[in-house]
């Protein structure tokens, strides 16, 4: 089984910077794909960035240029590095996991709460 715990999350002013913490215990070395969603209040959770087990990034549109994703093997971390924030990202962000290259991710941390103030 793999265990997903979220930290980092918290207020910030906009325009400033946070960075989110995922630590992967269990069966980490079956992980190929880890992830950010977010979901605002009233919303759908949404994707926001993905790396492979190699480190190939992928991002959401909404957050390109300034969000960076990125991930430790050897510490079993995956972090995302959030700039240039702004009250529209302010959501409960989530981290995931999956243990194919494609396809819906299985498992899922508890949140985090970012809230971004103007």
């Known amino acids: 089984q793999v265990q997903l715990v979220e930290s980092g999350g918290g207020l910030v002013q906009a325009g400033g910077s946070l960075r989110l913490s995922c630590v992967v215990s269990?069966?980490?070395?079956?992980?190929?794909?880890m992830g950010w969603y977010r979901q605002a209040p009233g919303k759908q959770r949404e994707f926001i960035a993905a790396?492979?087990?190699?480190?190939?990034?992928d991002y959401a549109g909404a957050v390109k240029g300034r969000f960076t994703i990125s991930r430790d093997n050897a510490k079993n971390t995956v972090y995302l590095q959030m700039n240039s924030l702004n009250p529209e990202d302010t959501a409960v962000y989530y981290c995931a996991a999956r243990r194919q290259f494609v396809g819906r991710f299985e498992y899922w941390g508890q949140g985090t709460q970012v809230t971004v103030s103007s």
């Open positions: 790396v492979t087990s190699g480190g190939s990034p």
């Open positions: 269990g069966s980490s070395l079956s992980i190929k794909v």
